[in-house]
């Protein structure tokens, strides 16, 4: 069954189950905006840098409902892009991300259904145009069966049917994963668990799976803790892959964390890990994430900060993570992503923001570094009830080195006014 028609139909079979949420919490924008730019095609040859006007009309629609039965998230956008210089191609955007769980027999027996459809990047050398983006979705869904053996104690059986899909790139797989969970609450606070997960990958690409297909089983020991301030905990274990050419590897993970809300306008998150991941997996953010088939190590440590008090919100983020692909050696990355904003509301229904962005990326096994800085600017007036009007200004430079050919320097400068409508159901 084509992707399209496939994913469409889960969406609106979980819509149609989620009627309460419909009638719950909606809301919705709809928008506009024409903007301009120096350089639309990011190149750092002076000669080829052409300038474009762009024009977009779309919208976003999000639907939440936490009851007792459901839990729902659903946030949707999609915009009609136009290049008014004919630079690009003429394109629709659209993203999605749904989270949901349906409660079918009280709490012990539940559905779990989550998705995500958005663009990513064809290429992590290369720097993100329209041209080197593709559309990708990913889709998990199962059930969960949970058994409790006393108020203390509980089994937990999962199963996931998970399926990518990627535009461009030849990394389309279905997986099948079984988990068990056991878990003893030790305390109002503490629970400690013993959890087993195994999946097993295939590739749709013939050639891809000739090497990539795998089975893994991982083990892990979880404590975790709660109170009204505090969400801490730290898990350990190994997993074992196997692919179908026979190789086997082990590898030791781990996840410790720590979130703390230290009043009313402070909080802060701290997390060290070590997991083993797929490279191609639906990813959404202001940053589009790449696809890259196979499995890598990845060592992450991220630290956030936030402060909301008096109209202003402070938000710092620090993310750096080592990327260590089994198959394909050329990806291996060292990721370091800091990015703070500010967020001013004045009571003349005024709000100014400021956010700063930097992406290093040093592929250490080919010798190149990209090094990306982005500056927004924004302002935006409420003129009427539910209309807004807003202007932003965005600054993206790339440096890169290379070892092996030398590589210019990359600026871009984009204006862009928006007319937005807000309304809720």
Do not use: C
């Amino acid at each position: 069954m084509d992707f399209k028609l496939r994913h469409l139909m889960l969406l609106m079979f979980i819509l149609i189950l989620s009627k309460q949420a419909i009638a719950a919490n909606v809301n919705y924008t709809a928008r506009s905006s024409v903007g301009y730019s120096d350089n639309i095609t990011r190149t750092g040859i002076a000669a080829n840098q052409l300038k474009d006007s762009i024009a977009s009309i779309g919208g976003t629609l999000s639907i939440v409902d936490e009851s007792s039965t459901n839990d729902f998230i659903l946030d949707m956008s999609a915009d009609y892009v136009d290049y008014r210089n004919n630079t690009f191609e003429e394109e629709i955007i659209a993203n999605i991300a749904l989270a949901s769980n349906f409660s079918l027999v009280d709490d012990s027996f539940t559905w779990t259904l989550d998705g995500y459809y958005g663009q990513q990047a064809i290429s992590a050398f290369t720097v993100v145009t329209p041209n080197n983006l593709q559309n990708t979705g990913f889709v998990s869904t199962g059930p969960n069966l949970v058994f409790r053996f006393t108020d203390l104690d509980s089994l937990t059986l999962g199963y996931r049917y998970r399926d990518f899909y990627a535009e461009q790139t030849p990394s389309d797989y279905q997986s099948n994963v079984f988990s068990a969970v056991l878990a003893r609450r030790l305390s109002p606070l503490h629970t400690l668990s013993f959890n087993i997960e195994t999946e097993n990958l295939t590739y749709d690409d013939p050639f891809i799976s000739s090497f990539a297909d795998f089975e893994n089983l991982q083990y892990t020991i979880a404590l975790t803790g709660a109170s009204r301030t505090n969400q801490y905990g730290i898990e350990f274990g190994v997993i074992n892959v196997k692919f179908d050419t026979g190789t086997r590897g082990d590898n030791d993970v781990y996840r410790l964390f720590f979130n703390r809300d230290m009043n009313s306008s402070n909080t802060l998150s701290l997390q060290l890990s070590r997991t083993v991941e797929n490279g191609a997996r639906a990813v959404t953010g202001i940053i589009p994430g790449v696809v890259t088939t196979g499995l890598f190590a990845n060592d992450l440590a991220q630290f956030s900060y936030g402060y909301n008090r008096g109209g202003l919100q402070i938000d710092f983020n620090s993310t750096y993570s080592d990327q260590d692909f089994i198959t394909q050696n050329s990806q291996d990355r060292k990721n370091l992503n800091n990015s703070i904003s500010f967020l001013y509301g004045t009571p003349r229904n005024i709000q100014v923001g400021l956010s700063y962005n930097r992406l290093e990326r040093d592929f250490y096994t080919t010798g190149i570094i990209n090094n990306e800085d982005t500056i927004t600017l924004t302002l935006e007036k409420q003129i009427f009830t539910n209309i807004i009007i807003g202007g932003t200004y965005i600054n993206f430079t790339r440096k890169t080195t290379n070892v092996n050919v030398p590589v210019s320097d990359i600026e871009e400068n984009r204006v862009i006014l928006t007319l937005r409508y807000l309304g809720r159901i």
